[in-house]
């Protein structure tokens, strides 16, 4: 039922490091850029970090440099390595799909991502 499938959140002390993986069956990922997206209680979801079909990757200015995004084509699996961490990256985490193969660049409008998982909670203490 559940088509792609984020796991690895956690509690943790500020400072530490999660990696996210996001797992999808039924939905090749090679030719697919993927984003990572994040939700706090009582705010909008945002965006966190993407990866086009190429690799070529982006990120929110409040992670750049704490964070990477990769993928292992092998294992149809995309990741989020989380390091440095803050309070203020507590949230669910949430992966999502490109609607469009062969995209060039990672699409403005969260509507485009067609396939999102159930997300993870990342919960960081001070």
């Known amino acids: 039922q559940v088509q792609l499938a984020e796991s690895g959140g956690g509690l943790v002390q500020a400072g530490a490091s999660l990696r996210l993986s996001c797992v999808a069956s039924g939905h090749p990922l090679s030719v697919f850029a993927m984003g990572w997206f994040r939700q706090a209680p009582g705010k909008m979801r945002e965006f966190v970090s993407g990866?086009?079909?190429?690799?070529?990757?982006y990120y929110a200015d409040s992670v750049k440099g704490r964070f990477t995004i990769s993928r292992d084509r092998g294992k149809n699996t995309v990741y989020l390595q989380m390091n440095d961490l803050k309070p203020n990256d507590t949230a669910v985490y949430y992966c999502?799909?490109?609607?469009?193969?062969?995209?060039?660049?990672?699409?403005?409008?969260?509507?485009?991502?067609?396939?999102w998982g159930q997300g993870t909670q990342v919960t960081v203490s001070s």
């Open positions: 999502a799909k490109d609607r469009r193969t062969y995209r060039p660049t990672l699409a403005d409008d969260q509507n485009e991502y067609d396939l």
């Open positions: 990866i086009t079909w190429t690799d070529t990757t």
